[in-house]
């Protein structure tokens, strides 16, 4: 069983950058890929980035080349930099967790753990 924290959601300016921390319980952390999705306002959940095991990442174009996903598996610990925001990153951001190997990581449905979400909002 995992148990996924997720904490650092706010209120920003667009332009301006938040960090995102999601904390894990559980010795397996490390043979677990890690993922973040979001919620916006009416919208159904999209997938934003992931880190598998080995360290392998995959953004969504939305996001590629602004936001930086990294683990600390000491920490038992993923993180997500989120820079230059703007408006449309408003959403809920939800980190989950798959013991999967090869599966469809873009699926919200492969993810076994979930937090329980953190809010974004980004004003323009």
């Known amino acids: 069983q995992v148990q996924l924290v997720e904490s650092g959601g706010g209120l920003v300016q667009a332009g301006g950058s938040l960090r995102l921390s999601c904390a894990a319980s559980g010795r397996t952390f490390s043979r677990y890929a890690l993922g973040w999705f979001r919620q916006p306002p009416g919208k159904e959940r999209e997938f934003v980035v992931v880190?598998?095991?080995?360290?392998?990442?995959t953004y969504s174009d939305s996001v590629k080349g602004r936001f930086s996903i990294s683990r600390d598996n000491a920490k038992n610990t993923v993180y997500l930099q989120m820079n230059n925001l703007k408006p449309e990153d408003t959403a809920v951001y939800y980190c989950a967790a798959t013991s999967s190997i090869g599966g469809s990581y873009y699926t919200a449905g492969v993810y076994e753990y979930w937090g329980q979400g953190t809010q974004v909002t980004v004003s323009s």
């Open positions: 880190v598998s095991w080995s360290g392998g990442r």
